[in-house]
């Protein structure tokens, strides 16, 4: 079983809709919870930066954390076509562990 | 699948010394590898791009002479710290794009400390 598990999709949605999200993971020594977006062959670009469980928001986006149940969450308020890309969870300790990535296009 | 490692995890070096961090593909191949370095607040910048078999691609304000990148087979690709100092002191995280379907994969990051 890997330690970060996040659905790849691709998951498609009409400019507007609501965007979950959603990562699982194994190891309860993470601390720090991360969202980056990554358009195609470029760097990870940082979104959201959790410290421990509770929620975060900025702007459309709204981080989640759930140590208890080891699920964390991003939800995306009226997607753009713009916010289409790969979002990768992260988590870390001393070192640091990615999902997948999920592959979300958002059509006009 | 889709397993990048890279040795060691963690690494303390003395200042004006070398340090070579490893980056594997376990279980595919990657005609590209990524370097990057991580920053407070667990941002990401990315150094430079790495394909096999030819010169590494450095950005814009990363010294090519002091970290050195050499990406000899499908498999793996190095990063060399040379004459490190305090100041390179970081968490260096390599990932490898599969090649074929551009699917990017991260490894899970070497700290360094220079003292």
């Known amino acids: 079983q890997k330690e970060v598990e996040q659905d790849p999709g691709p998951l498609s949605v009409p400019e507007g809709a609501i965007v979950s999200l959603n990562c699982t993971y194994s190891n309860s020594a993470f601390q720090y919870f991360m969202w980056y977006r990554q358009y195609s062959r470029k760097g990870p670009e940082l ?24 699920y964390i969450s991003l939800f995306i308020r009226d997607s753009q076509p713009s916010d289409s890309a790969t979002y990768l969870c992260a988590m870390s300790s001393n070192d640091m562990r990615f999902g997948a990535g999920t592959r979300l296009t958002v059509k006009p | 699948g889709a397993v990048v490692s890279q040795h060691p995890s963690w690494v303390i070096c003395k200042s004006g010394t070398s340090v070579k961090i490893e980056c594997r593909s376990l279980d595919f191949q990657a005609t590209t590898m990524f370097w990057y370095r991580q920053f407070p607040k667990q941002s990401l910048m990315l ?27 499908l498999t793996l690709s190095t990063l060399t710290v040379t004459s490190a100092h305090p100041e390179d002191s970081s968490f260096y995280i390599c990932s490898a794009e599969r090649t074929g379907d551009y699917e990017q994969y991260f490894g899970p990051g070497t700290r360094l400390t220079v003292t």
Do not use: C, P, W
């Not at chain 2, 950005?59 to 050499?70: A, S």
């Open chain 2, 47 to 73: 150094m430079a791009t790495s394909n096999e078999g030819s010169k590494a691609t450095y950005e814009q304000g990363v010294e090519k002479d002091k970290f050195l990148i050499n990406h000899a087979s």
């Open chain 1, 47 to 70: 979104l959201m930066y959790t410290y421990s469980s509770g929620n975060k928001e900025d702007g459309r986006f709204t981080a989640q954390v759930d140590k208890s149940s080891k």
